[in-house]
């Protein structure tokens, strides 16, 4: 059962404007946060990250936020480039484990 | 700086077959994963290493075999390749656990079996 959700298969959002991507997961275990970007061809690249004692962590035009009760967090970026175009994934694990779960991805298309 | 390199990039196997993939990386990490991809699902963690010489099993190690002979590589091992193993692999390295830093990941080997 997928314990990290991504429920938008795609996104498709005007260059200049904002693109909001989220992620759900269900382990309340669960303390750190990542996002992963992937272009075609092209291994994931390390984009942002948050730790569960935080609810939002901002890093130039990409800023995540984490509502624990919720259990979702949810990426933004701001301005969106067509740059951005590519597949971002959101992971989480726990610490103490050594598995790093990934969700199923969402195509980001951002049209110039 | 190469950083992770995996090969090879595509395979075709027929059913029954074996295969290596290797991965290596100039970063003189200590934790290195494999991890594959499916569609419709995230990665998926097969086996990873903490250090040389060391190997564990992910979430779905069965029908693959690893080994860390050397620091820098990691190879993935297809005993006897089935259609269920088609799949895109990715390699990845960390100098701490991926706990709470980024990994660096490979390209991607495609594998297909027919």
């Known amino acids: 059962d997928q314990q990290v959700k991504q429920n938008s298969p795609s996104l498709s959002v005007q260059e200049g404007r904002i693109s909001i991507l989220n992620c759900d997961y269900t382990n309340s275990m669960f303390d750190y946060f990542l996002w992963y970007k992937k272009y075609p061809a092209e291994g994931p690249t390390f984009l942002i990250s948050i730790s569960s004692i935080k609810d939002k962590n901002e890093d130039g035009r990409f800023t995540v936020f984490l509502n624990k009760s919720a259990k979702h967090l949810s990426l933004h970026i701001v301005p969106s480039q067509p740059g951005d175009s590519a597949v971002y994934f959101c992971?989480?694990?726990?610490?103490?484990?050594?598995?790093?779960?990934f969700g199923t991805g969402t195509r980001l298309t951002v049209i110039p | 700086n190469a950083g992770v390199t995996q090969t090879p990039k595509f395979r075709v196997l027929k059913t029954g077959q074996s295969m290596t993939l290797l991965c290596a990386q100039d970063?003189?990490?200590?934790?290195m994963y494999w991890y594959r991809q499916d569609p419709g699902m995230g990665l998926r963690l097969i086996h990873y290493?903490?250090?040389?010489?060391?190997?564990a099993k992910g979430e779905v190690p069965d029908g693959y075999n690893v080994s860390r002979l050397k620091k820098q590589n990691f190879l993935l091992g297809l005993e006897s390749a089935a259609p269920s193993q088609t799949s895109v692999y990715f390699c990845?390295?960390?100098?701490?656990?991926?706990?709470?830093?980024?990994?660096?990941f490979g390209q991607g080997t495609r594998l297909t079996v027919v």
């Open positions: 990845a390295s960390s100098y701490f656990p991926q706990l709470n830093t980024e990994a660096f």
């Open positions: 290493s903490v250090g040389e010489g060391t190997t």
């Open positions: 992971a989480a694990f726990q610490t103490g484990a050594n598995n790093l779960f």
């Open positions: 970063m003189n990490h200590e934790y």
